[in-house]
């Protein structure tokens, strides 16, 4: 999967790519979980996730531009591609191995290896950071990726009581068909495919 996902991103040339790639391997992208408890919650379930809302996301396109031929100038594969694959990257670094207990079918609490989250070393958001880190690296993202990868989670991290939050996310959502896309396929990743 690992090699999956490399050869990827690195398909797309785009600026930057190498850069990001050498961080998420030193950085424990491949080795981290998608989340705690939600979906897969094991060691390379991040990565996983991300090759999910990849495969999906491809298979959208497809039938969207089927649907809707002057969609695809606004969804060229390697947006698709990038957007989609490291909408999360923002998880790289937050997943600590711990202990913890569950019951048996006896009843009995048993240790299990689990995850603690810590969001201290950069606490700047979800998609937001993902982006702030991927520019940082010197990736090259168009606005439509930006824009994808930001609001990934739509209405699901979105500051109700925010004003300029709710204006920005309408934009988004009325005016980027790759947010749009990035955002089923991570639900249908996430729900129809992760979910056991
Ligand atoms: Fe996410
Ligand atoms: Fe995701």
């Not at 060691?43 to 969207?64: F, I, Q, T």
Request: charged content about 25%; hydrophobic content about 40%; proline content about 3%.
């Amino acid at each position: 999967m690992k090699d999956e996902f490399i050869s990827l991103l690195k398909s797309t040339g785009r600026t930057g790519i190498d850069a990001v790639i050498d961080y998420l391997c030193k950085a424990g992208f491949f080795e981290a979980p998608a989340s705690v408890q939600r979906h897969l919650s094991h060691d390379g379930g991040l990565l996983e996730h991300s090759l999910n809302v990849c495969r999906v996301a491809l298979k959208l396109r497809e039938a969207m531009i089927s649907l809707k031929p002057d969609v695809e100038s606004r969804l060229p594969e390697n947006s698709v591609i990038i957007a989609s694959l490291l909408h999360d990257v923002c998880k790289t670094n937050i997943y600590r191995k711990n202990t913890k207990y569950r019951k048996n079918e006896h009843g009995r609490w048993e240790p299990y290896e689990g995850y603690d989250v810590d969001y201290s070393r950069f606490p700047v958001g979800h998609g937001e950071k993902s982006v702030i880190m991927l520019l940082r690296l010197g990736m090259e993202l168009t606005n439509d990726e930006v824009v994808a990868i930001r609001w990934h989670m739509s209405a699901w991290n979105l500051a109700f009581q925010s004003y300029e939050d709710k204006c920005n996310i309408s934009a988004a959502v009325e005016g980027y068909p790759l947010l749009a896309l990035i955002q089923a396929a991570d639900g249908l990743a996430a729900n129809m495919i992760e979910n056991n």
